[in-house]
């Protein structure tokens, strides 16, 4: 159930963000990389060790490819990729 909450709450951070920096892709791409790294540190933190679930992982996989298909820019898909590692 977080993970769906998560999904909603990332697809609406982005289409604020859209809203609210007039499309800048290097802004968006940052913000929502660093959004997703620590959204991903929070739920692998609370996973227990004898659970192997990749729940965290389809997740943000889910928000990634939303987010691909609705914007079309691959600039912008790797630049969240790479700050996503780097939150």
């Known amino acids: 159930m977080e993970n769906i909450l998560a999904i909603g709450a990332g697809v609406a951070l ?15 791409g940052i913000l ?4 997703e790294g620590v ?7 609370k996973r227990t060790r004898s659970s192997r679930s990749k ?8 928000r990634l490819a939303i987010d691909l298909y609705l914007t079309q820019s691959v600039s912008r898909f790797a630049l ?7 939150g």
Request: some cysteine; hydrophobic content about 55%.
């Open 14 to 28: 982005r289409v604020v963000l859209d809203i609210a920096t007039n499309k800048d892709h290097k802004l968006i």
């Open 55 to 62: 729940d965290p992982y389809l997740a943000l996989a889910t």
């Open 32 to 35: 929502i990389g660093l959004w």
């Open 80 to 86: 969240t990729c790479a700050w996503t590692l780097l």
């Open 39 to 45: 959204v991903l540190s929070h739920f692998l933190s």
